[in-house]
C-alpha cells in the first residue's frame, strides 16, 4: 500500500522552462515532506522540504507547493538547467523514517 | 570524510551465500538507517539505531536479515543465505538526531544475487 505516489514515472523539458514534479500521499497525518534529487550510482541528496504549517517554499530555483485538502504536493524548477536531470523524490517524514515515492525521472533537454 | 560512506559499492553473491554491508555514518550523527531501493521504486525503510540500540527493525523483510551497530558509529546488515529477491541498492543514511527531517545518504551498495 503505498503511502507516497509520485505518478509520473518521467518527465521531459527544455532547457530553461519550468519542471513541475507532482506527488501525492494518502495519511493526512503526514506533517513534513522532503524532496531528494538521486544521480545514477550516488546517494539521494536532499534538496528542499516544506512542513504542513506553510503551504509553499522556496529556495533559489526550486519551490515546493503543499496542498493540505487535496494531500498532494509539488515541486517547481525553474528554470530548468541539464544538470537537473535526475530522479527525484518525493518523501514523507511523519515518525523519523522516511517514506518515500517511487520517482520521477527528470531530462531536461539542451 | 565528509559524508556517509558505504562498503562494498557492488556486491554479486550466489544464492545462499551470506553477505554483510557495511555503512560509516557522518562522524556525530546520532541515528543511522537502513533502506532497501528496489528497481525502479523508491527506497524503502529497513531499520533505525540510535547510537548502538536498534530501536525499529520493523522493515526488516525476514529473519534473513540482520543489522548491528555495536559502539553507535559504524554499522553491518548481514543477510543470510541471500535469495534472488534480496537483488536491490542498500542504502544507508544518518542524521544528527532522531527526528531530525534531513538524512544523509550513502552512494549504497548494489547487491545482486544470481
Known amino acids: 500500500d503505498q503511502q507516497v505516489k509520485q505518478n509520473s514515472p518521467s518527465l521531459s523539458v527544455q532547457e530553461g522552462r519550468i519542471s513541475i514534479l507532482n506527488c501525492d500521499y494518502t495519511?493526512?497525518?503526514?506533517?513534513?515532506f522532503l524532496w531528494y534529487k538521486k544521480y545514477p550510482a550516488e546517494g539521494p541528496t536532499f534538496l528542499i522540504s516544506i512542513s504542513s504549517i506553510k503551504d509553499k517554499n522556496e529556495d533559489g530555483r526550486f519551490t515546493v507547493f503543499l496542498n493540505k485538502s487535496a494531500k498532494h504536493l509539488s515541486l517547481h524548477i525553474v528554470p530548468s538547467q541539464p544538470g537537473d536531470s535526475a530522479v527525484y523524490f518525493c518523501?514523507?517524514?511523519?515518525?523519523?523514517?522516511?517514506?518515500f515515492g517511487q520517482g520521477t525521472t527528470l531530462q531536461v533537454k539542451p | 570524510g565528509a559524508g556517509v560512506s558505504q562498503s562494498p559499492r557492488y556486491k554479486v553473491a550466489k544464492r545462499g551465500q551470506d553477505v554483510a554491508l557495511r555503512c560509516d555514518p557522518i562522524s556525530g550523527h546520532v541515528s543511522l538507517f537502513w533502506y532497501q531501493q528496489a528497481l525502479g521504486q523508491g527506497p524503502e525503510f529497513l531499520t533505525y539505531f540510535q547510537n548502538e540500540a536498534q530501536l525499529d527493525k520493523s522493515g526488516l523483510p525476514s529473519d534473513r536479515f540482520f543489522a548491528e551497530r555495536p559502539e553507535g558509529s559504524v554499522s553491518t546488515l548481514k543477510i543470510q543465505r541471500t535469495q534472488q529477491e534480496d537483488s536491490a541498492v542498500y542504502l544507508c543514511?544518518?542524521?544528527?538526531?532522531?527526528?531530525?527531517?534531513?538524512?544523509?545518504f550513502g552512494p549504497g551498495t548494489r547487491l545482486t544475487v544470481l
Open positions: 543514511a544518518s542524521s544528527l538526531v532522531f527526528g531530525s527531517n534531513e538524512q544523509f
Open positions: 518523501a514523507a517524514n511523519p515518525t523519523g523514517k522516511l517514506i
Open positions: 495519511n493526512s497525518m503526514f506533517d513534513y
